[in-house]
Each structure stands twice: as C-alpha cells, then as structure tokens.
C-alpha cells in the first residue's frame, strides 16, 4: 500500500487538462452498466475513452457500496475524484481526456488500489495504473492487417517464457529462426502484471495488464505482428482459476470475487456465479484477442474453475464478439489444460486440450519414473464405468497383454484422444480417501479428432515442477529420444514443444519468482517440504540442495541455450518439414484407424487423412526388435525413420528397438479416387 501517490518536482505542472467542477458525477443509470455500452467500446471493466474525448473510471466495489463508503478516482494532474456509486455495486466518475495519467482507487479506510483492469502498471502491481492511449490498438502500426490467422490443424506450436528470451522485443529477435525451424505458432506463458520481474507468470494479479518488466503493451503488439509477418499464430496463455498471492487487492472492496464455500490450491474459489465476474473474465479474454491480435487463447487449469457454465458459453460469446471489423474471418482457437478429461467442454467449441495422458504414458516408457501421478501409468489400465475392461488393446488380445501399462496407455492415447475417460485414478483415490468408490476422471474422447489434443513430451509444468528442473535431455537415452520425438511430431494430434527441446538444450527450467521476502521464504521453505515427501529428498541435504526460486540466480539458470550447432535442430528441422509438406493439408477430417500393440514397448497407430491415405507410426522404445504383425500390403512410402535402417528392417517384417518409422499407404480406395 502506498501512502502519498503522485508528488510531482518542484515547479512540474502536469499536461493532464483541468477537470471541469463537478464534470459528470451524477449517479449511472443502471443502462449505464448494460452487457452493450457502445459508448465505451462494450467494456464495463478499465479505462475507456467515450466517442466525445472523455474518460471513463469504472470500479466494481460491492463491499464499499454495500457498507455506503466513498471511492475516489486520484489521478495525476487532476487530484481526487469522487466516483458516484451506481447500481450492484459500481462507481463511476467520468473526466477530461488524460492519456498516459497515472492513477488509482482510495477507499474510504485511506488505502489506495490499483485499477483491478488496468491496462498498465509501469511500477509493479502496488503502484498506480496508467490511462492508454486513445485507440491504441487502431494506432499501432501494425504492417499485417490483413492477417486472419491459420486453420487449427496446422498448428506446431512452441511454448515460450518471454522474461527468459529478454521481454517482448527479444521474444519478437527469436521468432525468425522458429519460423525457419518449422513452427507456425508460439504460445506465450502468461504476461499478465505480476510481482517483481522474475515469475513464472502463475502468480499475475492484474489480467489485463502486459508485465512491465518485459517491456510496453506497443512491444508485446511488435511481438505479435512480427510474428504474423512471419506466418505464425501467437496464443497466450491466460489464468482465470485464481490471482497470485502478492498485490491482489480485491478481498478489500470485491469479497464477492470469491467463495467462501470452496477452495482450491491457491486458496478461494473464483465465484463465477456472479455476472459481473464472469463479465470480467471475459472481457479480458476478449481484451487480448482483439486489442493484441493474439490468434487465440490456452485457458489454464480450468478444472480448478468451479462453474464450467462460463467455460462452456466463452467460445461462442468471444467469436460473437469478434465476428465484426477487424475480427471478421479471424481464425481464434482455444486451447484448455483441463485435469479432468472434460470432452464435453471440448465439444463446445474449443479447439483443443493439453494431453497430459500422452505426456505422461511416455514418460514413464522413456523414464521409468513411477512416483506421484504417473503411478497412474505404470500400473495397468483400470475398469470404466461403462464396463470395458483394459482399455489398452486395439489389436489382437494376446498383443494387448504383452505390452506394459504405460505403453497401452499410450495405446489409447494415439487410438482416441484421452488414457482415462472414465477410470479409477490410483494416485487421485489415495489422495481424496473419502471417496468411496475411489475418484474417475475423464469422459470418453473416441469420437473427437486427434486435433483436439495437445501432445508434448515436455512443457512448463512438467519440467519445471520438478525439484531440479531437468530436462529428457537429461533423463532419457538418445535413441528413445529420437524416437519419441518423431512420434510426437508426426502423429496427427497438434504438437508442442516447449522452449530448449529443439536445440536439446540441457539446461534447467526452474521454478522462479521474485517476491517479497516474508513470502519468498514461505514458497522456498514450502516447495523444498513439498518435495521432502518424496524419497529422493527426505534427506535434509538433499532437500536444501533444492534451487531457492528468489534467487535471481535460479532465473539465470533457466535460460536455455539456442545454439543450432548440434544434432538436435537438425533433427526437429527434418521432422517439422515432414509434417509441413506431407501431413497438414491432410489433418482436416483425419480419424483414427487403430492402433495394435505390438510387444512390450511397441506399437503400430494408424489414421486415415482426409484425401484416404493411411498414416502409420511404428514404435518400439524397448531394448529389443519386435516382427511387425500387419504391414501396409497397398503402396507404401517411407516418410521418416529415427535411426538408420528401420525402415527397410521394417519391410522385412520387423520393428527394431529404440526407434520410430512414419510410413503413408496409398490405399486401393484413394487411389482409384
């Protein structure tokens, strides 16, 4: 909280024009604070300037208003402006054009609080917002107007932590040599004004405000322009299931924010049974779409959002909302990270969700790791309630039960979509005991394309939620790696691969922060207790060994290397060509055509694209060939092989260990089309 907001030098006079007396603080008629005010461009929330020059201050402060306490407006230049309360708890105040003021909110207890929509803090989350500039994002050079955007099918995405690349201008620097590489899109970690300058970007308070610390809301629209100039889609990564636990100054005038009934890991529930936060959420939703051009939006851990009634009924209000103007014909794709395998949401009209199934499956082939949650995939696959028993074989049984649980998990994975769709979850059970037929997640996927499912050997969450950050790099053999990697890359679901894969970078992605030091020290004594549960750090030692996310030399640590000189951009370069040139204008419409488990750590998955050609991937990341039991008999081409020979060794009716083979038939029915 910060006392004496605004002192000018000696003898500074401000450029903000004077306010005319008693300008416009008549008390808002409750049309004011309709779903449509045209004459704030259709946002209750933030700054908005009105068609005659105008500003006006919106607050949302139902405990101020319920208790018949006074807000003021405190604006550079101008002094204090009392804010008229509205209906359901809004006040107003309205002024003179004030571009680039600085300013913030003083409740009637003296404290002062920043605009909860701010659309700029140049002093961090605790000091006053800024007014934007009028039409910002029509006054913003943008050199690609014209730009609508690509078809989500033909998304490779690459997950970026724009602090590490230096801010917004030098994410913009490494666009050109990702473009060169392959990808068509970036996903931003969360940019929304968090405390400090080092964070994950979990722990934003401000949503609607760019992180000053990585430069100006005009350089994050330079980033993505530069990248529709280069043909890549930009979507960010947004956080609507909590606020970080510093400068979060709503419990203070808006308790209704939040539940009171029900908590989630970061403590109360957003409560989006209310309209005006659902208003909120989705206003900011809307906001990056339309005011930074992102092409679209991953929605984080959604499943910690109480009410999915919002959730289901964004897409269409946000399409809605996008379909005039400038939005017109604009591809807007959304993406959720949803733990719990919600197909319906998925069929609502959201594009895709994160596989963690496919994420984890694998890594337990490639790690053997089997602590925490990916006990669920190195145990067999469990009943449904529908009744089926082992949801890993798609061949013949006898196949089925030669592979090991995490290899028909992934089975089912490539086959439909999601491992559990419906199964008792081992490690979900144990930790909710109360449960008496155990906890089951998911719903059946089957019929969803494989584009709707994210797939990744590696992101932010699962490496840097890890004590020490490390990457498969580091975890994995060579040879399994290769192999994983052009299975991810070549499968028809929608590939991520998160910042450093592509050089094989082996430096860390760490857990970091930068807050005050009473909470610096709650969260580094907390992660190093989380982790003492686990047997590789119940040692003391062990424990203490465990990178403090305060220091700043645990940010510095985490910057991976882009250096393109070893075998490893080379490689993703091959792969990315391949699924550019022979697979994305056949992923529309593609469907799965099984998948047979062809030994202990071996498989064949199969589609059929659209024009009916027959995409299949041969896998074997165990330690021993395995005889192919259904070659393609129709005209066969070999797209790719991970290790020298496999494809020919494969024609002659064997699967080599540690490797993967992309093959494409020209069935008997495509070609007589």
């Known amino acids: 909280m910060n006392a004496d907001p605004f002192l000018l030098a000696p003898g500074t ?20 604070f309709s779903s449509h005010d045209d004459s704030a461009q259709d946002y209750l929330f933030g700054p908005a300037w009105l068609p005659d020059g105008r500003v006006r201050f919106r607050l949302w402060a139902p405990d101020a208003a319920e208790q018949g306490q006074a807000v003021r407006v405190e604006i550079a230049g101008l002094g204090p ?14 002024v003179p054009g004030c571009a680039g003021a600085r300013y913030w909110f003083r409740l009637d207890d003296g404290s002062t609080v920043p605009d909860p929509a701010s659309r700029w803090q140049a002093d961090d989350v605790h000091g006053p917002s800024i007014v934007p500039a009028r039409d910002a994002a029509t006054a913003f050079a943008w050199t690609c107007p014209e730009w609508r955007g690509r078809p989500w099918h033909e998304a490779i995405l690459y997950e970026m932590h724009v602090g590490l690349c230096g801010g917004y201008a030098g994410a913009a620097r490494e666009l050109p040599r990702l473009a060169a590489l392959g990808f068509t899109a970036v996903e931003l970690m969360p940019v929304a004004e968090f405390p400090g300058t080092r964070n994950w970007g979990y722990d934003g308070v401000l949503p609607f405000a760019p992180e000053s610390g990585y430069g100006t809301p005009d350089e994050l629209r330079a980033l993505v322009d530069r990248a529709h100039q280069l043909g890549m889609m ?51 939703a809307r906001y990056w779409l339309e005011q930074f051009r992102f092409d679209g939006l991953r929605l984080d851990a959604v499943h910690a959002i109480e009410d999915e009634g919002w959730l289901a009924a964004l897409p269409g209000e946000l399409r809605a909302a996008l379909a005039n103007g400038d939005g017109a014909h604009r591809h807007v794709h959304l993406v959720l990270e949803n733990d719990n395998n919600d197909a319906a949401l998925l069929a609502a009209g959201y594009d895709a969700q994160w596989n963690d199934d496919a994420h984890h499956a694998l890594h337990v082939l490639l790690t053997g790791e089997d602590d925490g949650y990916y006990r669920d995939y190195s145990a067999a696959p469990a009943t449904a309630r529908s009744g089926h028993s082992d949801h890993g074989g798609h061949g013949d049984n006898a196949a089925a039960v030669r592979g090991v649980p995490a290899l028909r998990h992934l089975a089912r994975v490539l086959g439909e979509g999601f491992a559990y769709q419906g199964e008792r979850s081992a490690f979900r059970s144990a930790a909710q005991p109360a449960v008496a037929d155990g906890v089951r997640r998911g719903q059946p996927s089957a019929h969803l394309p494989p584009t709707a499912f994210v797939c990744f050997l590696q992101n932010h969450d699962q490496t840097g939620n890890r004590a020490l950050g490390e990457r498969l790099a580091q975890l994995a053999g060579r040879d399994v790696l290769r192999a994983a990697i052009a299975l991810q890359l070549l499968c028809p679901q929608v590939p991520l691969v998160f910042m450093g894969e592509e050089t094989g970078s082996t430096q860390p992605f760490l857990y970091f922060t930068s807050h005050p030091p009473e909470l610096a020290r709650a969260v580094r004594d907390g992660r190093r207790r989380e982790f003492a549960a686990t047997a590789a750090f119940r040692d003391d030692a062990r424990a203490a060994a465990i990178p403090d996310p305060n220091d700043p030399a645990t940010f510095e640590a985490s910057r991976p290397r882009f250096d393109d000189d070893g ?55 165990g330690n021993e060939a395995v005889p192919c039991t259904r070659p393609c008999h129709d005209r066969s081409t070999a797209l790719h092989e991970s290790c020298a020979g496999a494809a020919a060794a494969l024609s002659a009716g064997l699967l080599p260990q540690r490797c993967c083979v992309a093959t494409v038939c020209e069935l008997a029915a495509a070609r007589a089309r």
Not at 81 to 94: D, L, S, Y
Not at 242 to 253: A, I, Q, T, V
Not at 572 to 582: Q, S, T
């Open 13 to 32: 006079r401000s450029a903000v024009p004077p306010l005319a007396p008693f300008d416009c603080f008549a008390a808002p008629s409750a049309s004011a």
């Open 234 to 284: 930009v979507l960010l990564d947004v956080v609507y299931n909590h606020f970080g636990p510093e400068g979060n100054y709503l419990h203070r005038y808006a308790s209704a924010f939040f539940r009171a009934d029900c908590q989630t890991p970061w403590g109360p529930a957003i409560d989006f049974r209310r309209p005006q936060v659902r208003r909120f959420f989705t206003e900011n």
């Open 81 to 94: 402006v009392p804010m008229a309360c509205g209906p359901n708890g809004w006040f107003e105040a309205v």
């Open 567 to 621: 075998e490893w951009t080379p490689y993703y370069r091959e792969l990315l060509a391949v699924r550019r040139r022979e697979l994305l204008h056949r992923l529309a419409g593609c469907q799965s055509a099984g998948v047979d488990v062809l030994g202990p750590a071996a498989l064949c998955a199969r589609w059929r694209l659209m024009d009916g050609v027959e995409l299949s991937l041969w896998l074997n990341l």
